[in-house]
């Protein structure tokens, strides 16, 4: 079965940097575009940005981008999430999944949080 494992998150002063990493196991990594997405609390999950297949195009919420920058690694089967002048309005849990579009999600992982305070 499909498995998702974020990690990387954590406590961060605004305008800090942390990587996100998403491990994933239980289908063809390499066939499939990725998204990550988040929620912060008190409100839905939001779309935060895509890769495609290859990793050879991404894109962004506005909200991030310039500030955000999504790869993998289909060799390990894993998306990076790399954030930078992070903010407050970035804390969430931050999830990966299949792409915005690209069918019914998979089953959620749990997510990393991500704090963002001085």
């Known amino acids: 079965q499909v498995q998702l494992v974020e990690s990387g998150g954590g406590l961060v002063q605004p305008g800090g940097s942390l990587r996100l990493s998403c491990a994933t196991s239980?289908?063809?990594?390499?066939?499939?575009?990725m998204s990550w997405y988040r929620q912060a609390p008190g409100k839905e999950r939001e779309w935060v940005a895509s890769i495609t297949t290859s990793g050879g195009s991404t894109f962004y919420a506005d909200s991030v981008k310039g500030r955000f920058t999504f790869s993998r690694d289909n060799a390990k089967k894993t998306v990076y999430l790399q954030m930078n002048s992070l903010n407050t309005e970035d804390t969430a849990v931050y999830y990966c999944n299949r792409a915005r579009g690209a069918g019914v999600p998979w089953p959620w992982g749990q997510g990393t949080q991500v704090t963002v305070s001085s």
């Open positions: 239980g289908f063809t990594f390499s066939m499939y575009a």
